[in-house]
C-alpha cells in the first residue's frame, strides 16, 4: 500500500459526458502529480501541483484540468468525454519541495471507460 | 525534445537467471532516473534511483547503470523470481527543471518457471 488513495477504481461513461477523478496523497506529501496510462502505453505526465498551486503542465487537453485543495487532496476533472480518453490515470505524491521529482509513490489508479 | 524509450518491449527468462532491462534517454540534461515496476492492476513502484554524478548504483538484487556518454541507462535483475514479472519503466527527470518525470514505454519481463 503506497499510501496514495484514487477513487472511484473504475468508471464507465458516455461520450461528451464529464467525470471526476479523486486522489488523497501519502500523509506529509506537498506534490501531487497526475498521469495517464492508455492500454499498453507509457505513463503520460499530465499536470502537478504543489501545496496547492500549479507546478508543472505536460500534455494535459484542454478539456482537463485538476486542482489541489488546501487539505492537499486533489481531483482532475475530464469533460466532454471522448472515446481516446478511456484509460487509467494514476495520481502520485511526493515530499518534494524543489529540485528533483523524488520518489513517487504512486495510488492504484482510476479505470476510465468512454463508451 | 525529451523522450525515453526502451531497446525491446517483451523480455523472457528463465526463474533463477539474471534479467537486464535497457533504456535509452535522448535528453542529455537529464540528471536523476528512476526505475518504476508495474504489476497487473496496481500502479507503478519504486524501485531504484541514480542521479547522474554515479555510473552504478546497487539495491536488492537490482542494480542500475548509468552511461551518461550513450545516454543509456539498465536495471539488472539478480535471480529473477517469479514475483519479478511485471512491467518496468524507467524515467527521468531534470533536477531543478520542470518538476515532471518523463517515463519510457515500459518492458514486460515475463519468468518463466
Known amino acids: 500500500d503506497s499510501g496514495v488513495t484514487q477513487t472511484p477504481k473504475h468508471l464507465i461513461t458516455a461520450t461528451g459526458q464529464r467525470v471526476t477523478l479523486r486522489c488523497s496523497p501519502r500523509s506529509g506529501d506537498l506534490s501531487v502529480y497526475w498521469y495517464q496510462q492508455s492500454l499498453d502505453q507509457g505513463l503520460q505526465f499530465l499536470i502537478q501541483y504543489y501545496n496547492g498551486e500549479e507546478r508543472a503542465k505536460g500534455n494535459i487537453l484542454e478539456r482537463f484540468s485538476a486542482q489541489q485543495f488546501p487539505d492537499l487532496h486533489s481531483e482532475l476533472n475530464l469533460s466532454s468525454l471522448e472515446l481516446g480518453d478511456s484509460a487509467l490515470y494514476f495520481c502520485a505524491s511526493s515530499v518534494s519541495t524543489g529540485g528533483d521529482t523524488g520518489e513517487l509513490f504512486f495510488g492504484e489508479g482510476s479505470r476510465l471507460t468512454v463508451l | 525534445g525529451e523522450s525515453v524509450g526502451l531497446h525491446l518491449p517483451t523480455l523472457s527468462v528463465q526463474e533463477g537467471d539474471n534479467s537486464i532491462i535497457n533504456c535509452a534517454y535522448s535528453n542529455s540534461a537529464s540528471d536523476y532516473f528512476i526505475w518504476y515496476k508495474q504489476e497487473s492492476g496496481k500502479g507503478p513502484q519504486f524501485i531504484i534511483d541514480?542521479?547522474?554524478?554515479?555510473d552504478k548504483r546497487q539495491g536488492q538484487r537490482v542494480t542500475v547503470l548509468l552511461n551518461k556518454t550513450v545516454k543509456h541507462l539498465s536495471l539488472q535483475i539478480a535471480a529473477t523470481q517469479p514475483g519479478d514479472s511485471a512491467v518496468y519503466f524507467c524515467a527521468e527527470n531534470i533536477v531543478g527543471g520542470a518538476q515532471k518525470l518523463v517515463f519510457g514505454q515500459g518492458t514486460r519481463l515475463t519468468i518463466n518457471p
Open positions: 541514480i542521479r547522474s554524478n554515479m
